[in-house]
């Protein structure tokens, strides 16, 4: 957590931590809530986090944002629970850690790299970082 912390100071993020997926598989056994914010299909498609929990940040098709996030969210995480919200690459966990933050949960993290990471020389992603390259469990949809 203080390794999270410190990340958060440094990048001026709004919120408790930014971890890496190992960081994060760390924390998670040890009892903090893993919140996947993708979208039902990529968990259906591309692959999801075995007894994860699942608020969509945004719909597909179209993206439109989920209204009703924060109230889902409520219905699985406590706002003294420590929570981490992980995605395809790290950017809508971002939105999703400042939104439960803004909305009074203590302990909010963004999983960097997501659960595929950045893209490679050939755009592709899984291959340069992220929750599956690390090897963290996962199963494909």
């Known amino acids: 957590k203080r390794t999270a912390a410190q990340r958060a100071r440094t990048l001026g993020l709004p919120y408790a931590g930014a971890l890496t997926p190992t960081e994060a598989y760390l924390l998670w056994q040890m009892g903090a809530r893993l919140v996947d914010v993708r979208t039902r299909a990529e968990l259906d498609w591309v692959g999801r986090i075995p007894e994860s929990l699942f608020v969509e940040w945004n719909g597909y098709p179209g993206g439109a944002r989920n209204p009703d996030f924060l109230a889902q969210l409520e219905d699985y995480v406590a706002m003294d629970e420590a929570v981490m ?22 302990e909010c993290y963004n999983v960097l790299e997501g659960f595929e990471g950045d893209k490679d020389a050939q755009q592709h992603r899984g ?7 690390a090897g963290l469990p996962w199963a494909q949809g």
């Open 127 to 133: 291959n340069v970082n992220g929750w599956k390259k």
């Open 85 to 106: 919200f992980v995605c395809r690459s790290g950017q809508r966990s971002h939105h999703a850690a400042v939104a439960a933050t803004q909305a009074g949960w203590h």
